[in-house]
């Protein structure tokens, strides 16, 4: 099992999201058996709590339910996790102070990288933009974006580690 931690500020919007867009993109390419992700956020803020309702009704529209329940990054989520996804530039020196905090070495970057990487629509750094003080529409552009990233980077986890389909898709 190759498991992908998404991490966001808070992990109420932006993560969750990531988390169940990765999931369901997998689930429909019949490799859920070998890709699986989670997610959790740098701040401890919404530990133990729901992901904000307007994540959960965009991807509800999506007809994707998000049952996540808010969690903090840990020390033991940098050893368990194969990738860890981030979401912009801020969340990136976030978690590599946090590898340099907890005395791990520093982690490469196939370990560690930005989402966006795999935006097919971009070039460059470009983050996902935190969609919290924003209207439901930039939830859409949120979640759009994390769709079509997520399909780019579950074909190169796929042809990486040499993942076949196991399940049938609907």
Aim: hydrophobic fraction near 35%; charged fraction near 30%.
């Amino acid at each position: 099992m190759r498991k992908v931690l998404f991490v966001c500020l808070g992990n109420i919007c932006r993560s969750p999201i990531g988390e169940a867009t990765f999931n369901e993109i997998a689930r429909k390419k019949g490799v859920s058996e070998t890709l699986w992700a989670d997610s959790a956020g740098i701040m401890g803020w919404h530990v133990g709590k729901k992901a904000d309702q307007r994540t959960i009704k965009n991807a509800a529209k999506h007809h994707i339910e998000i049952t996540h329940l808010g969690r903090k990054l840990s020390a033991k989520d940098l050893d368990d996790f194969d990738h860890i996804v981030v979401m912009d530039e801020q969340n990136f020196e976030d978690v590599h102070k946090f590898y340099y905090d907890t005395k791990k070495s520093p982690p490469s970057a196939e370990k560690l990288f930005l989402i966006r990487d795999f935006d097919p629509t971009v070039r460059g750094v470009h983050d996902v933009k935190d969609p919290y003080y924003e209207g439901e529409e930039v939830f859409e552009d949120v979640f759009q974006t994390l769709w079509r990233s997520n399909e780019a980077l579950i074909e190169h986890l796929i042809e990486k580690h040499d993942i076949q389909s196991t399940e049938a898709s609907p």
